[in-house]
């Protein structure tokens, strides 16, 4: 069985399986844990209205508040089918469905507490830093997730995207340069949809003094921001690639 004891002495694995450093998987621990004391205050697992005493009836696998927040990061994290996640932590299908169905909203609640979920709000994002004078730098960029062929053919055409050459889902996420933590998180698109189409319809508003880096896949996108920075196109291959010689990459600046 997959132990918090056991896990946390090695941090190598810890963020592997968990996305989170043990360091911060104890920020998340206790307001999680009061979030879920809230909850079994008033019902009981089954969702009825608790009652008897906290604590009474047999005892699951899932005793501590550690290893219920260990079982939900690894199901975010690795997303493994229910019955593999049943044999990980010893238990049946039903109770992983159960357990899943049960702290994925206390998981999202906890991150909105600490104020760490990205803003999906695109008119809010400049909110967020726009009390700071200082020139913020920020990473703008897409990511596909892979999905299910779809059945139509017309959905097929939509979502395959030739890059990568597989059916897929794609969000744009603006990440901050110094922090890696991600402010901004868009909507869904299908894969085929093209970065820059999503920043245009997403419609963006930025931090005044923003300094934003962009592949060429935004190239054309010039937000209302104080410097967008983009690496140079190779003559040569036609890319934005670096070389593998490791030579510093020339960037583009406008603004």
């Given at each position: 069985m997959l132990e918090y004891q056991r896990l946390k002495k090695n941090?190598?694995?810890?963020?592997?399986?968990?996305?989170?450093?043990?360091?911060?998987?104890?920020?998340?621990?206790?307001?999680f844990y009061e979030l879920y004391e809230q909850v079994r205050a008033d019902t009981t697992q089954r969702g009825t209205a608790r009652q008897r005493a906290v604590g009474g009836g047999r005892k699951g696998q899932l005793q501590t508040a550690e290893q219920k927040l260990l079982f939900i990061l690894v199901y975010q994290k690795a997303y493994p089918l229910q019955t593999l996640l049943g044999e990980v932590f010893e238990l049946s299908?039903?109770?992983?469905?159960?357990?899943?169905?049960?702290?994925?909203?206390?998981?999202?609640?906890?991150?909105?507490?600490?104020?760490?979920?990205?803003?999906?709000?695109?008119?809010?994002?400049?909110?967020?830093?726009?009390?700071?004078?200082e020139a913020i730098e920020l990473i703008i960029d897409g990511t596909d997730r892979r999905r299910q062929r779809p059945q139509s053919p017309e959905k097929q055409a939509l979502h395959y995207n030739g890059k990568h050459k597989a059916h897929s889902d794609k969000n744009v996420v603006i990440v901050h340069a110094k922090t890696k933590r991600v402010g901004y998180l868009s909507q869904t698109y299908a894969g085929k949809t093209h970065d820059k189409k999503i920043a245009d319809q997403e419609a963006l508003c930025y931090p005044r003094h923003t300094i934003l880096y962009k592949d060429t896949g935004f190239q054309g996108y010039e937000p209302a921001v104080g410097q967008t920075r983009q690496p140079k196109k190779n003559p040569a291959k036609g890319n934005c690639r670096r070389a593998r010689s490791g030579t510093t990459a020339r960037w583009r600046v406008s603004g």
């Open positions: 941090r190598r694995k810890f963020l592997a399986l968990t996305g989170l450093t043990p360091k911060e998987f104890h920020m998340l621990l206790p307001v299908q039903s109770r992983v469905n159960y357990w899943v169905h049960c702290l994925l909203p206390l998981l999202k609640h906890t991150l909105e507490a600490l104020e760490v979920m990205p803003e999906r709000r695109p008119s809010q994002f400049a909110l967020q830093e726009g009390g700071k004078s």
